[in-house]
């Protein structure tokens, strides 16, 4: 459905690979997915499309293109996911913002509309700096790994953020959790949900970590967000 195109960096490096799908009316809005450690891989694709079937203009930009463009792992082939650890320890986060600061304005000319983002495990906690320090109209993190350690920006949060997490999560305890509710308890832009017995990566469009009820009403909740603050 979707295709390949070329976002240039932001502080002309070079260009990356970014997914895109675009509806087959004019688009309510644009949707940047930020992936997981796995690179833009099928589950990514496949959820850049989902968005473009419900009518928004969707893109996926390669994260790891300055070290390895095109990467694209199974999170479900242990040697495949030990092979993403390695990527990410490698990865650059303010880098990664401002590849995602250039897709977000390559979507907003390219549309002309508002631009969501959301992401899921690393695109999670990106989603969540990029809401902090670049200019999002909404923003959905699903289980972003480290949040909890830049609550400090917490403040700079102008636009609403939606964050899921997985109660039984082997990589996020309960306690980073309970840290971002306390730090934007007071803050009526934020919304928190955590999902009981179910583990880090239940939403993923396909494979076994996918728990299909958690992540139904989870994208269920992404989608009425974004349709109430992308319109």
Same mark, same amino acid.
Request: proline share 4%.
């Given at each position: 459905? /979707? ?7 932001? @502080? ?5 690979? +970014? ?7 004019? =688009? ?19 959820? +850049? ?6 009518? &928004? ?17 199974? =999170? ?5 996911? *030990? ?5 990410? *320890?490698?990865? @650059? ?11 977000? #304005? ?26 902090? %320090? ?10 972003? /790994? ?13 636009? =609403? ?7 039984? @999560? ?22 928190? &949900?955590? &999902?009981?017995? +179910? ?7 396909? /494979?076994?970590? %996918? ?9 269920? #909740? ?10």
């Amino acid at each position: 459905m /979707g295709e390949l195109i070329k976002v240039d960096s932001l @502080d002309g490096s070079g260009s990356f690979n +970014v997914y895109q799908a675009n509806p087959a009316s004019e =688009p309510k809005a644009a949707v940047v997915v930020i992936q997981e450690i796995f690179g833009v891989n099928k589950g990514i694709r496949a959820k +850049v499309d989902g968005w473009a079937e419900q009518g &928004y203009a969707a893109y996926a930009l390669d994260l790891f293109w300055r070290d390895t463009p095109g990467l694209e792992l199974d =999170p479900d082939v242990p040697e495949q996911l *030990q092979q993403a650890f390695g990527h990410m *320890q490698k990865f @650059d986060l303010d880098k990664g913002i401002e590849d995602i600061e250039a897709t977000i #304005r390559f979507a907003r000319a390219a549309t002309g509309k508002k631009v969501g983002v959301t992401g899921y495990c690393l695109g999670g906690l990106m989603t969540y700096l990029a809401a902090t %320090r670049i200019d999002t109209d909404a923003s959905a993190a699903y289980y972003g /790994g480290g949040i909890n350690n830049f609550l400090s920006e917490s403040h700079a949060l102008a636009r =609403p953020l939606l964050m899921h997490f997985a109660e039984k @999560d082997h990589f996020i305890p309960l306690e980073a959790v309970t840290q971002i509710r306390e730090a934007f308890a007071a803050n009526p832009r934020v919304q928190i &949900y955590t &999902y009981p017995d +179910v583990d880090h990566g239940f939403a993923t469009a396909f /494979g076994n970590r %996918r728990v299909d009820a958690a992540a139904t009403l989870a994208d269920n #909740r992404t989608q009425a967000f974004f349709a109430e603050h992308l319109s």
